[in-house]
């Protein structure tokens, strides 16, 4: 039996793509991806932290089993 191995994906507003029309990223597996909106169907958890140096401060934590990014970049977690 294989299982869907989960990890962990980091969502937070992006001020300087907030412009443009895209305004998340989403960091998964390494990579960074810039999309418009996040589409997330897994328990996602809000994380703050004001003592933090550096943006973000406010972020999201998901673990999916499945991530893609459709034609309308917009980003799936599923």
Known sequence: ??????YKAIMHFNKQ???KGNPWTVHYRGACYIVSEIKCFVPMVSEFKPLKKTNPRAFFT???SKFWIDKNNIAILK
Request: aromatic content about 16%; hydrophobic content about 40%.
């Open 17 to 19: 793509n907030a412009f």
């Open 1 to 6: 039996m294989i299982k869907n191995k989960k």
């Open 62 to 64: 998901a673990y999916p």
